[in-house]
């Protein structure tokens, strides 16, 4: 597992500058003027740092936006990083100032020269998540060493819950992160349960069911679709208790830990992808360790469904009928669509024994939200408009792409079945929509409840701000932040 990078918080010491090995960065507001550390670091480099200060190519730069100065004279750091951040600037750009600092730390120290600034919280968050790197595969490890980040401020004990916050989320990211990169013969889903049930350290309850005990429950979708895999299904509770006896918020995951599309095979291209078709339950899994790591004063249970959608003598087929635990049958029409299998039956699960609050589903769900929104946003449904105004206000904070998408009685009729009371899929017209309708049906009338198709943000082709290739961890800060400002105190 990928260990974040030590960053640690010092009280500004000006003679120690010039002792630094690896790199050092100066936070330079538009005007150019030189803090103390800055003008100490000035000095050492012999005015070199004021001229940049002065030149056209300070003045290009824009907000968050980074200038090695590499080998500067008169100092053993490798490299003086000069990053233009405003004293006033917003939380995108401070985000966009720690990426700079965390793309910049291969290996070595780092020393950020932060002065008498005390609003640090997205641009600590920036560098520890742009610091990431998934080597656990690789025979030297990655490209990354270890790195030491200190941050020099005048007052760092004004910052040291801040820095508690951002470590907590930052390792439910980077969890996350993990488990979706993992290639599918090393995360199965018997690895997959292990590794959530390695949480009960952090104080969570964590519990298993197995596959006696989902067809005791009737949980009878989710096990069609693992009918075809040699690996066995599984439904992982987990569960933060951090506000009394009041009933928890829920968060649901898919997490088909590779999906070949059953007997309605994928195409070759692009399959060896579907490694990351269990986003959704990593995302849920990284919220639960975030919340844990910060104690958060909330009450929230995450279950995911662990699958693997293979074809098989025994896989489900097209046109077969299944019956959910909430009583409905469904008839089969495509196997690829078995997401929301495994969603209704754990849906419905979280809904009969805690009686939520509230229910947040996450799943890359549909290719059809890919073409509707690119990989910049997340599809977001909902059925209750306070729910989801104060979700998408949190996704906004912490600069989570999510739009709301549509939901209808019109869409719905797409998935009527000749055979059985619901089909699996309404055809390619509005899929994501479709998809949505379908889980819709599985959710109490009185249940507020956001469905989050995050087929398009799990994981991307080329880095983004805040990660690179491959996972993106895409959630569980906006998660995070809506625990915090609606399920706390």
Known sequence: MTDLPTFTLSETSLDQIAEIEGRIVILMPESGKLDQSARRVNRLMRGALERFAESTAFSKMKEG??????????????????????????????????????????????????????????????????????????????????????????????????????????????????????????????????????????????????????????????????????????????????????????????????????????????????????????????????????????????????????????????????????????????TDAEGRLVLCDIMWYAQERFEPRAMIDLATLTGAIIVALGHENAGVFSNDDTLVGSFLAAAATEDEGAWRMPLGEGYARALKSRIADVKNIGGRPAGSITAAEFLQRFVKKDTPWIHLDIAGVASTDEATTLSPKGATGWGVRALDRLVSDRFEG
């Open 65 to 334: 936006e980074a200038t090695d100065l590499a080998f500067p004279t008169g100092m053993r750091a490798d490299a003086v990083q000069v990053i233009r951040l405003d004293l006033t600037a917003d939380p995108e750009a401070e985000r966009r100032a720690g990426a700079a600092i965390g793309a910049g730390a291969v290996k070595g120290e780092v020393l950020i020269l932060a002065g008498e600034r005390k609003k640090l919280e997205h641009l600590m968050m920036g560098c520890l998540l742009k610091t990431y790197a998934f080597g656990d595969h690789k025979t030297d490890h990655g490209e990354r060493g270890t790195v030491e980040i200190t941050m020099m401020v005048a007052k760092p004990d004004d910052l040291q819950s801040d820095l508690l916050r951002v470590r907590a989320v930052a390792e439910g990211v980077y969890f996350t992160r993990d488990l979706v990169n993992e290639p599918a013969n090393v995360l199965t889903t018997v690895t997959f349960a292990d590794r959530l049930e390695a949480l009960r350290e952090l104080g969570l309850k964590v519990g298993v069911l197995d596959e006696d005990r989902l067809e005791e429950l009737g949980m009878r979708t989710l096990l069609a679709v693992g009918l075809g895999s040699e690996t066995p299904s599984k439904v992982v509770i987990m569960e933060w208790t951090g506000s009394g006896t009041e009933a928890p918020l829920a968060l649901v995951g898919k997490g088909v830990v590779f999906d070949t599309g059953g007997i309605s095979i994928k195409s070759a291209g692009g399959m060896e992808e579907m490694t990351m078709d269990m986003g959704g339950a990593g995302t849920v899994a990284g919220v639960m360790k975030a919340l844990a790591l910060r104690k958060a004063a909330a009450n929230v249970v995450g279950i995911v469904g662990l699958v693997e959608n293979m074809p098989d003598g025994r896989a489900q087929r097209p046109g077969d009928v299944v019956r959910s635990m909430k009583g409905d049958t469904v008839e089969v029409i495509n």
